[in-house]
């Protein structure tokens, strides 16, 4: 079992949608949760970060984490065309340091279609 | 938010030569930076810690002495892939940690290599 599942997709949601986006983990030891977004040739872009268990929430983003799970979402509220990207969720056991060493999921491609 | 600057973006080389990645944190200092590598439709690999100051630390079935990391500022750590294959050819990422903050991870914009 890989550390961090995710559902590559596609994923194909009309302007306007409420998209859904999850991981499952099994490395109990995972403290810090991010989301980032990925647009096609760039670098991944930070869009949520997350402490342990709880709700956050950005705009219309919001990160969820279920410890007791090991699942977390994010949820796009009012989906718009430019959220077209691959979505990476990513996750961290200690607090820094030069073991700051992050585990990815593998992406969801989103398409919002216009 | 935080910026890190990654050059070149795409680059194409003959096998055998040798490549050279620079990332650069552009508005704050970065004691560590980390090398991802990413094959399409894959997620980002870690590579390697980039240590200002010392030896990287590489992860596990990444040979050092193919991809060589220098961080030698707290703004600039560079990757060479030497004596390129095609095997080689990549999306090379780089990220630096902000220290201030959440201290969390800022990417720079990728390097596509192209190993002819």
């Known amino acids: 079992q890989k550390e961090v599942e995710q559902d590559p997709g596609p994923l194909s949601v009309p302007e306007g949608a409420i998209v859904s986006l999850n991981c499952t983990y099994s490395?109990?030891?995972?403290?810090?949760f991010m989301w980032y977004r990925q647009y096609s040739r760039k670098g991944p872009e930070l869009l949520m970060y997350?402490?342990?268990?709880g709700n956050k929430e950005d705009g219309r983003f919001t990160a969820q984490v279920d410890k007791s799970s090991k699942y977390i979402s994010l949820f796009i509220r009012d989906s718009q065309p430019s959220d077209s990207a691959t979505y990476l969720c990513?996750?961290?056991?200690?607090?820094?340091?030069?073991?700051?060493?992050?585990?990815f999921g593998k992406g969801t491609l989103l398409t919002v279609n216009p | 938010g935080a910026v890190v600057s990654q050059h070149p973006s795409r680059v194409i080389c003959k096998s055998g030569t040798s490549v050279k990645i620079e990332c650069r944190s552009l508005?704050?200092?970065?004691?560590?930076m980390f090398w991802y590598r990413q094959f399409p439709k894959q997620s980002l690999m870690l590579m390697a810690t980039s240590n200002e100051g010392s030896k990287a630390t590489y992860e596990q079935g990444v040979e050092k002495d193919k991809f060589l990391i220098n961080h030698a500022s707290l703004t600039l750590s560079t990757l060479t892939v030497t004596s390129a294959h095609p095997e080689d050819s990549s999306f090379y990422i780089c990220?630096?940690?902000?220290?201030?903050?959440?201290?969390?991870?800022?990417f720079g914009e990728g390097s596509r290599l192209t190993v002819l």
């Open positions: 990513a996750m961290r056991a200690n607090s820094g340091g030069s073991n700051y060493k992050l585990t």
């Open positions: 990220s630096a940690r902000n220290g201030v903050g959440t201290g969390e991870l800022f």
């Open positions: 508005d704050f200092q970065a004691t560590t």
């Open positions: 997350t402490y342990s268990s």
């Open positions: 490395n109990s030891a995972f403290q810090y």
